[in-house]
Nanobody, 126 residues
């Protein structure tokens, strides 16, 4: 059974940093792309970063480009989202997600992902 579990959220002042972790299980790590999404109150879920498996290519939303970095540790089966220069607009619940099958590619559409973690809250105060 595929499972994802996020951690590392918290409260930080503007300009600060946080590193989110996403431990994955239930499938061969590295065989599926993994995406990070966030959802602020009264807003839809938006993609912020994707790591494509195979070539470890990455994609970032314009709002976070240059500030967020996605990495992985194969031995620990963990994806990371390093978030620097945080601002109030980054306040949201952050989720990691993956697809239902390795043959499926990652997109920025939330409905293309079958598996989600429970989310971790990030609050940035100005």
């Amino acid at each position: 059974r595929v499972q994802l579990m996020e951690s590392g959220g918290g409260s930080v002042q503007a300009g600060g940093s946080l590193r989110l972790s996403c431990i994955v299980s239930g499938y061969t790590f590295g065989s599926r792309c993994v995406a990070w999404f966030r959802q602020a109150p009264e807003r839809g879920r938006e993609a912020v970063a994707i790591m494509f498996m195979g070539n470890d290519g990455t994609w970032y939303a314009d709002a976070v480009k240059g500030r967020f970095t996605v990495t992985k540790n194969n031995l620990e089966r963990t994806m990371y989202l390093q978030m620097d220069s945080l601002n109030a607009a980054d306040t949201a619940t952050y989720y990691c997600s993956t697809t239902s099958h390795p043959s499926l590619g990652c997109t920025i559409a939330a409905d293309s992902y079958a598996y989600w973690g429970q989310g971790t809250q990030v609050t940035v105060s100005s």
